[in-house]
């Protein structure tokens, strides 16, 4: 099982889609020009701040809003990990793997987690925090798939032997 370790920033309920990348950056030529606006109507230092391989911890409904494709590149562009909410909302979740972006639904860790910490993530078993072990719930293996081939279009390219973009 693939395992990996991350710094932890912690977000709210309800982060809507215009949170994530706002109307008005949605103009720019490249994920990578709008990456630096992420989050910025909540926390406007915080794309400057995240690392790569930081992971986002936060309430429920995470994505809520438009369905703008453009959310979770942007996250996955400021080198987030993986994401851990109470819950998604729908089409961010499908947004999301078929980017490649790695979701975690598990409803305790949010209450107890601090900003700034570490916490280890074994996929599809368990998030260990302080030496407590949160369960998740297993993703699908064509979903495994596709996040572990970088999104939806990489992974099938692959799976019919295709090279490139």
Do not use: H
């Amino acid at each position: 099982m693939e395992q990996f370790t991350g710094k932890v920033w912690v977000l709210g309920d309800d982060i809507d889609t215009d949170i994530i990348i706002p109307t008005e950056y949605l103009a720019l030529k490249t994920i990578d020009d709008m990456k630096q606006y992420g989050f910025s109507p909540l926390r406007p230092e915080l794309a400057g701040q995240i690392q790569k391989g930081d992971i986002i911890v936060a309430g429920k409904n995470f994505g809520c809003g438009s369905s703008r494709e453009q959310a979770p590149e942007v996250i996955k562009a400021l080198g987030i990990r993986c994401i851990i909410a109470k819950s998604y909302a729908r089409i961010f979740f499908r947004n999301s793997i078929n980017n490649g972006l790695l979701l975690i639904e598990q409803a305790d860790l949010r209450d107890d987690v601090k900003e700034g910490d570490s916490i280890t993530v074994t996929v599809n078993e368990n998030v260990e925090y302080q030496g407590k072990r949160y369960p998740i719930t297993s993703l699908p293996e064509n979903l495994v798939e596709i996040i572990n081939a970088g999104g939806l279009v990489k992974a099938m390219r692959a799976r019919n032997g295709l090279k490139g973009e």
